[in-house]
């Protein structure tokens, strides 16, 4: 279908607020954080109450930021990595998303500071987002949270941390991870499937900055094979159920909807759902995108289906 009217107003106000000459990445990250905040992030859902929290990881500290929806304990739990192509985001940039997650599906949400490349390369980021789901694990119980209810969810590259980190609690057999909701993920460093082409300009994410934060994240070009920074190159049988939303004009829609079919070719109940008409982004700029308020509320009903209550 055509690209969404309301899309199409919102490019053109991205567009606008960029700069066109070239930055280093801690000037992108810059950039990218205060537009994130400053024009995605203007709704406060209000809940019951919000905690920032500093955990002990593998790498040194985490910074984490817990979500309670309301009063009632044992709840589940949501552990939430933001997008950011792993250069740039932080607790701020996706505040609004996990607030209202948080609120519709009624779980704890937990959302991850993890460290970000240049400065820290694969798999840096893959064993700190697996911090934080094992922490959860051990200490979740003091915070009124279902331990055996723990599903992990992210955008673009929080969505490949979400599984790969679903894939090292399967082969750990940890068990801790009981669902995962990949929201236009990124799961192949090496994809050449058509969408990446189709849609790698104009589309607000676009095929060159896709290599440029590859190249930012890996150490060499051996890392793009690793199943952690490429899940699709994983053995897919017995993981965690899955959501996979992808967008039509995504360049990444490809291999998203390739991962949900190998994950249910393999056995693994997975749902991949596309919504015609959006961009990659398009959860995060629910605040302008109806659609992108109708997918939270999608995520959040499969949250509450998963786990029954």
Not at 51 to 71: A, E, V
Not at 171 to 185: F, G, R, T
């Amino acid at each position: 279908m055509p690209l969404d009217p309301q899309v199409k107003d919102l490019l053109t106000k991205i567009n606008s607020l960029l700069p066109t000459t070239p930055l280093t990445p801690q000037e992108f990250r810059k950039v990218r954080n205060e537009l994130f905040v400053n024009l995605f992030n203007k709704e406060k859902v209000e809940l019951n109450d919000i905690r920032n929290m500093t955990i002990s990881g593998s790498n040194g500290d985490i910074k984490i930021r817990l979500y309670f929806p309301s009063l009632k304990e044992n709840l589940p739990a949501v552990v939430y990595y933001h997008g950011g192509g792993f250069v740039y985001g932080n607790l701020d940039t996706h505040d609004s998303v996990c607030r209202l997650i948080s609120k519709l599906s009624n779980t704890i949400v937990v959302s991850v500071d993890y460290r970000l490349a240049p400065e820290h390369k694969f798999p840096t980021q893959v064993y700190e987002a697996y911090d934080v789901v094992k922490w959860l694990a051990n200490n979740g119980g003091k915070l009124s949270i279902d331990t055996s209810k723990i599903a992990v969810a992210g955008d673009s590259a929080g969505g490949n941390l979400s599984a790969a980190v679903s894939i090292l609690d399967r082969d750990n057999k940890d068990n801790i991870v009981k669902y995962q909701v990949l929201i236009y993920p990124v799961v192949n460093m090496l994809d050449s499937s058509p969408s990446i082409y189709n849609y790698g300009d104009g589309y607000f994410l676009t095929y060159e900055r896709i290599l440029w934060y590859n190249k930012q994240y890996v150490k060499d070009d051996n890392d793009y094979y690793n199943p952690l920074a490429s899940p699709v190159f994983a053995n897919p049988h017995n993981l965690p159920p899955a959501l996979v939303i992808t967008a039509e004009y995504d360049p990444l829609r490809d291999q998203g909807e390739i991962y949900a079919h190998k994950l249910k070719m393999s056995g693994v109940k997975a749902i991949s759902l596309r919504y015609n008409g959006m961009i990659h982004g398009f959860v995060s700029f629910y605040e302008y995108l109806d659609v992108g308020r109708e997918a939270i509320h999608h995520i959040a009903s499969s949250i509450k289906k998963i786990f029954n209550y």
